[in-house]
């Protein structure tokens, strides 16, 4: 089980013996990200196999320095490098700092992505996936590093403190992470935005949607947030996200509604009204739409989490 250097714990990885090359991940239906890792390790460092995931791997150097081995490769790594690993691609980190090595690791439903993402970004990462050809991209671009660097930091901020309530964010800014990636030279035919101007205007927005999804939210108050016309920001939203700020704003609302049937007992209509829809019709339409199948089957497929959830609440209750 992995660790931050707050102690806390992260997702764990499902991980086979060492021996073995296949290392899994539990995939969620419910956001891209299927886990976070905060990997810091000292000397005496053990050694890593060759191996793969049954995802997508973004890491990002914080410290330290070593070796990426790729099958016949060997790629010497050190601080503020960013690594995308596709899934099932052969990899393995040897370390060899003297003092520590620091990686942060977000694993990615790598199918889910292709398959929901909206164009452009959908085909620009198909894109930069096919030039990879089954290989691994090492970032050296120092712009990039840190554009990239600063979005994973958002991200595990936000799972830190918020955890599941803050999935629509945390799949927000690995768009436009994923997408500031696929904007490399060479790789992406996507209109190339500055990752900076990207993130300084729209995060605005992402935080009126965080705070209002409850209410009415019409894409005046978005771009007024934004300090910019109303069609400069659909134009700028889109092209950073590859969706327009409506589907995001029911994809954030769809995602609070996940917890919340999940979470607790409220009825379909509750829930509905809690995660910002005006009908239940609209909850229902946009819910099959994103899940591929309705709020009831959706919740009794959770079933065996939900009955230890609502156990623990109920102990909990009792309790005080």
């Given amino acids: 089980m992995r660790k931050n250097n707050r102690g806390a714990v992260y997702e764990q990885m499902q991980e086979e013996p060492q021996s073995c090359l296949r290392r899994d991940f539990p995939l969620s239906d419910a956001t891209f990200v299927a886990a976070f890792s905060n990997f810091i390790v000292t000397p005496p460092y053990p050694r890593d196999c060759l191996h793969y ?24 790594f050190s601080e503020g490098l960013v690594m995308l690993v596709p899934k099932g691609v052969y990899h393995a980190q040897q370390n060899a700092h003297p003092v520590q090595t620091h990686w942060r690791y977000v694993e990615i439903n790598e199918e889910r992505l292709l398959r929901e993402t909206p164009d452009p970004i959908r085909s620009a990462l198909q894109t930069m ?5 089954n290989s691994i991209l090492l970032v050296n671009d120092a712009e990039c590093r840190q554009d990239v660097a600063r979005l994973m930091e958002q991200m595990f901020d936000w799972q830190e403190r918020l955890g599941a309530t803050a999935a629509a964010e945390i799949d927000a800014a690995l768009l436009l992470t994923l997408a500031r990636l696929a904007q490399r030279p060479g790789i992406s035919p996507l209109e190339k935005i500055p990752a900076r101007y990207q993130e300084k205007t729209l995060n605005p927005a992402l935080a009126y949607v965080a705070q209002h999804y409850q209410q009415e939210i019409r894409m005046t108050d978005l771009a007024r947030a934004c300090a910019m016309s109303e069609s400069h920001f659909r134009r700028l939203f ?56 309705s709020p009831k089957q959706w919740r009794n497929s959770q079933k065996p989490y939900r009955k230890d959830v609502l156990l623990w609440q109920k102990s909990f209750s009792d309790s005080e």
Avoid: W
């Fill in 129 to 133: 996936l096919a030039a990879l050809k």
């Fill in 53 to 76: 995931h049954n995802c997508m791997e973004l890491g990002v150097c914080l410290s330290g320095s070593g070796t990426i081995l790729t099958g016949d490769q060997e790629i010497p």
């Fill in 238 to 293: 889109y092209q950073a996200t590859g969706m327009n700020p409506s589907d995001y704003v029911n994809r954030y609302r769809i995602h609070r509604a996940l917890n919340l049937l999940k979470m607790t007992n409220d009825s379909i209509l509750a829930v509905a009204m809690r995660a910002g829809f005006s009908s239940i019709a609209t909850f229902n339409r946009n819910f099959l739409h994103y899940m591929g199948q």
